[in-house]
């Protein structure tokens, strides 16, 4: 178990530019989870996979960004037309049900997003 | 409104002194209830959870929660804290018990640990 991989690690861009992320989740997790968290707050609750159906998505996700994970496998969110508003912790997590229907999600190291 | 609230924003501890950050929420069923842990510039690392049962849990690194019903609330507790143990720690609910199961995250708490 390797753990969730999130690249790159950190990213500057400039405002219009666009910018992708990728997370590897653990190998045996069908779930799929991208948050988003700003200076002094928790994360918030971006989009949502399972295996490669992405099922739910938040308000705070605008026009401007898109998720996929083609195979339900690795996941990338790309984000067009950056703003300076989009600078960001952006954290991924995969999680599996136990038998319990009970889940567990496990997070990666996240990427800092600063636009400038 | 449903939220998670994380009262204290700063906490300052001695090394060597018992901890306990606080933690309330409001959400009509029990949800499921998490503590995680982020140290600057890192991801989230999960420190314990309570799905049911024992109200009391324990944790990794010397951690445990007690949920308590009538309180609503899952307060996070160390007998004796470490330099190593200063980070920021966030509770994070889990409001529904079906389908799919996003975290709902408080504001987190950052500790110091003074010597």
């Known amino acids: 178990d390797t753990g969730v991989s999130q690249n790159p690690r950190h990213k500057i861009t400039k405002r219009g530019q666009n910018v992708t992320f990728r997370c590897d989740p653990i190998s045996e997790h069908n779930r799929l989870y991208w948050y988003r968290q700003t200076l002094g707050q928790g994360p918030e609750f971006l989009t949502y996979?399972?295996?490669?159906?992405?099922?739910?998505k938040s308000r705070l996700l605008s026009d401007r960004f898109s998720a996929e994970r083609p195979k339900g496998s690795f996941s990338t969110l790309e984000i067009q037309r950056t703003e300076q508003g989009d600078s960001a912790m952006y954290l991924c997590?995969?999680?599996?049900?136990?038998?319990?229907?009970?889940?567990?999600?496990?997070f990666g190291p996240g990427t800092r997003l600063l636009v400038l | 409104a449903q939220s998670v609230t994380q009262p204290d924003i700063h906490i300052t501890v001695s090394e060597g002194a018992s901890l306990e950050l606080r933690c309330n929420y409001s959400y009509g069923a029990t949800p499921y209830l998490f503590w995680y842990v982020q140290s600057p510039g890192q991801g989230l690392q999960l420190l314990l959870k309570?799905?049911?049962?024992?109200?009391l849990v324990q944790g990794i690194k010397g951690f445990e929660a007690e949920f308590k019903r009538s309180q609503s609330s899952f307060n996070l507790r160390k007998p004796s804290v470490h330099w190593s143990d200063a980070a920021e720690y966030f509770c994070?609910?889990?409001?529904?018990?079906?389908?799919?199961?996003?975290?709902?995250f408080g504001t987190g708490t950052r500790l110091l640990v003074s010597p």
């Open positions: 309570y799905f049911s049962g024992d109200t």
């Open positions: 994070a609910v889990s409001p529904s018990r079906t389908g799919f199961q996003k975290l709902v």
């Open positions: 997590a995969s999680s599996s049900r136990d038998r319990g229907l009970q889940e567990t999600q496990y």
């Open positions: 996979f399972q295996n490669e159906a992405q099922l739910e």
